[in-house]
């Protein structure tokens, strides 16, 4: 009896001892600092670099992109969750950027988007009220994205800033003009026909459920793009190219939107032809999982 009283008081001393050890590692862990990044991210880079442009204005190297602004502004670290993101202010107004998959767009219906160039680059100019609110870099690849909101400058300033705007490892010609582009109203009637019907089965740059829809038209026609949206089944059976998708997407069944009109169709057209405009060689910049 007695060496079975010894037997379990030594079990639960060891008990004792393992949770005291998980304790304390437990506790070493909460006062550690969490990281949300994997590898090294851009914001554990080298410091900003602020180059004077002798005009009043600096140059700020934020490490994937470089933005010139009034020398008063300087850049805040934010952290992100699964993206790089930051303030440019002077404490008393401030411009955001978010570097990474989930940049915003400007594609909710509330801007006025233009398609513009900028040093190569295919970008989104959003308006409100005739002035610039911010831009969107919608392909840097195939992980990355940039978005960056205007700040209460100057028409002109603001101009500026958007154009200065240099993805680092791209370069190119700028628009002249910016904002010369507006999205027509075709255009925008297809944006909302295809997040209204499209997007739980497509992407315009992923496979998901079915194929990626940038660019379709361009590599088969309209009259494919208007057979495969209207009356699929049919068109499965009679077109060796429809067939060959139906097999690999696993015989998922298309629906089939025999009410849209040819206007819609035109107008669906327009979108995922002139979105394709904004595709650019990939570059290889790191996948920005998360940023302090």
Same mark, same amino acid.
């Given at each position: 009896m007695q060496h079975q009283t010894i037997g379990i008081l030594g079990g639960s001393i060891k008990i004792l001892i393992l949770s005291l050890g998980l304790l304390a590692l437990a506790t070493s862990l909460?006062?550690?600092?969490? /990281? *949300? *990044?994997?590898a090294r991210s851009f914001a554990e880079a080298d410091p900003d670099k602020y180059t004077s442009l002798g005009d009043g204005w600096h140059r700020i190297d934020l490490g994937p992109f470089s933005i010139?602004?009034?020398?008063?502004f300087y850049h805040v670290r934010k952290r992100g969750i699964d993206s790089y993101?930051?303030?440019?202010?002077?404490? /008393?107004?401030?411009m955001h950027f978010d570097f990474g998959w989930y940049s915003y767009s400007y594609g909710d219906g509330r801007y006025l988007r233009s398609h513009d160039t900028i040093h190569g680059q295919k970008v989104i100019i959003a308006f409100k009220n005739d002035h610039i609110a911010g831009v969107h870099f919608p392909l840097l690849n195939k992980s990355n /994205?940039?978005?960056?909101?205007?700040?209460q400058l100057s028409d002109q300033d603001n101009r500026r800033i958007i154009r200065s705007i240099k993805i680092n490892g791209i370069s190119g010609p700028t628009s002249s003009v910016l904002g010369q582009n507006k999205? %027509?109203?075709?255009?925008? %009637?297809? %944006?909302?026909l295809f997040k209204a019907n499209c997007t739980s089965c497509h992407h315009l740059d992923k496979k998901i459920i079915?194929?990626?829809?940038?660019?379709?038209? %361009?590599?088969?026609s309209v009259e494919w793009f208007t057979n495969w949206v209207k009356n699929p089944m049919e068109f499965i059976r009679t077109n060796p190219r429809a067939a060959q998708l139906?097999?690999?997407?696993?015989?998922?069944?298309?629906?089939? *939107?025999?009410?849209?009109?040819d206007e819609q169709i035109k107008?669906?057209?327009? *979108?995922?032809?002139q979105e394709r405009q904004h595709a650019v060689p990939e570059k290889n910049y790191p996948r920005v999982v998360a940023c302090q």
């Open positions: 909460l006062l550690i600092p969490p /990281k *949300f *990044f994997d010139d602004t009034p020398d008063r993101v930051g303030l440019i202010t002077d404490r /008393k107004d401030s /994205k940039l978005t960056v909101s205007t700040a999205e %027509s109203d075709l255009f925008i %009637s297809g %944006s909302s079915g194929p990626a829809l940038r660019g379709v038209v %361009s590599r088969t139906f097999e690999e997407y696993n015989q998922t069944q298309h629906i089939r *939107f025999s009410t849209f009109t107008s669906l057209i327009e *979108f995922v032809e």
